[in-house]
């Protein structure tokens, strides 16, 4: 099988998983999905879906060379007619070019999208990092406000709130405008430069070529290194300054709970002005639940009207894996109502009418078609967690009426077939 194994860091999303690997439920991703797409339709978003890859030149413009997303993690390839292509590593591109390409900026703004979609990405896989990963993202495009960042926050605050999710931080902060962000790239850089030989490697490097991340960096002498940096808040423009603290009262006055967090810049290059994450408490070091902020210039940057837009994406995988282990109450799949077992093939033919008929009406019906012993059959019954078993053979077919079993307090009742469906409506 060595050979043939799912490539590292992907995975299958399958109905019976095992307990270490239940996270991987179908029935549980279908259950979240669905609670996405009810949040997202009360919040006025409406669905858009792109193909799994793009251009690559679109990602390189837009998430930045410099990011790590960027320069380590895509999966590019060149088509047969040599275009350089890439399987997508994010959203935000993607919904941007859709919009462009298909003129969405006629109806009316905002103009509110979302996706549920794989994501790419070449990292060290480990748990909640993965090679393949599915995001939940939300993008609106043509409004500027502040007010437009908050009910996005609020859109992903009341998402975790409907899954049950309440041990999360939101930590915010402003990266500014461009003018911010010149004049801190100034200061970070006369500060660091005198220290550059006790930074890590990683940062020594990011010096150069997107020395914002720096901020970002988890090894102990950065660490050390940017307690005295200086704060990028400290650097925005009135106007800014301005944005983002009418960010913060709203989000007050929502009391929508939040951490200021100045060295949270995020890994792609498109951001201005508001910037969050949200993380779980207790998931370990992959923690981020969901990440976003205002990217303002990136839709004339690639080739669009200039539109202000502020979006977000949310991790499935670490979603999932939050609500198993909060132990949050999760639905399970429905268990058959009726399980029927046909002891010929006369029956068996009966059996299936009887079972498509159920179905028609809505029911959740079950039968045995594989002529194996009654006693296995009930053993299957019982296992799938069936309401009803009926056993039907000649006898039955000949009298027209068969034994309902009660699964459970094993109790049995004969019931004629004619009256059978309105029986099972009702238990229903
Ligand atoms: P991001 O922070 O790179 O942002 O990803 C969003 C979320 O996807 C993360 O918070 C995390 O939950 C999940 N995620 C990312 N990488 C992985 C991975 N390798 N394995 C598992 N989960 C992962 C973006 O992608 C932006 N496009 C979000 C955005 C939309 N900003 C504005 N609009």
């Not at 609670?35 to 919040?43: C, G, I």
């Not at 210039?297 to 977000?312: D, K, Q, Y």
């Amino acid at each position: 099988m060595e050979n043939y194994a799912a490539p590292r860091g992907t995975f299958d999303i399958i109905p019976y998983p095992g307990e270490e690997d239940s996270w991987r439920n179908s029935f549980l991703w279908q259950y979240v999905e669905s609670v996405l797409r009810k949040a997202a339709a009360d919040f006025g978003f409406r669905e858009l879906r792109t193909p799994l890859f793009e251009r690559t030149e679109l990602f390189t413009r837009s998430v930045g060379e410099g990011s790590d997303i960027v320069s380590k993690e895509m999966y590019t390839f060149m088509d047969r007619g040599e275009r350089s292509m890439t399987l997508r590593p994010e959203g935000t591109a993607p919904a941007i070019r859709a919009f462009i390409e298909n003129k969405m900026e006629r109806t009316p703004a905002p103009h509110k999208l979302f996706y549920i979609a794989p994501m790419f990405r070449y990292e060290r896989p480990q748990k909640g990092r993965y090679r393949q990963h599915h995001q939940f993202g939300a993008e609106v495009m043509g409004v500027g406000s502040p007010e437009q960042d908050v009910e996005l926050i609020a859109f992903a605050y009341a998402i975790y709130q409907r899954l049950g999710i309440s041990a999360l931080n939101v930590q915010i902060n402003s990266v500014g405008d461009a003018a911010s962000r010149a004049a801190y790239h100034q200061a970070l850089s006369s500060f660091l430069e005198p220290k550059l030989k006790d930074l890590s490697k990683d940062s020594q490097e990011r010096f150069s070529k997107n020395m914002l991340r720096i901020l970002d960096s988890k090894s102990p002498e950065d660490v050390q290194i940017l307690t005295k940096a200086p704060k990028l808040v400290d650097f925005l423009t009135d106007s800014a300054k301005k944005h983002f603290e009418r960010v913060l009262s709203l989000l007050e006055s929502l009391k929508i709970p939040h951490t200021l967090d100045p060295k949270l810049v995020r890994g792609l290059d498109y951001y201005n002005h508001t910037v969050f994450e949200v993380t779980a408490t207790g998931l370990g070091s992959q923690n981020a639940i969901g990440g976003g902020g205002r990217y303002d210039g990136l839709i004339a940057e690639l080739g669009g009207t200039n539109l202000p837009s502020v979006g977000f994406g949310m991790g499935l995988e670490r979603i999932i894996q939050t609500l198993l282990q909060s132990g949050i109450a999760l639905p399970t799949i429905p268990p058959p109502v009726i399980f029927f077992i046909p002891m010929d093939e006369a029956s068996a033919a009966f059996c299936l009418q009887l079972t498509l008929e159920m179905r028609r009406t809505g029911i959740y019906a079950e039968v045995d078609l594989s002529f194996k012993k009654i006693k296995h059959s009930l053993a299957l019954a019982s296992d799938l967690k069936s309401t009803y078993s009926m056993v039907i053979g000649s006898e039955e077919l000949l009298t027209k009426k068969g034994k309902l079993k009660n699964m459970q307090t094993r109790e049995m009742r004969e019931v004629a077939f004619s009256d059978l469906t309105a029986i099972i409506q009702v238990a229903n």
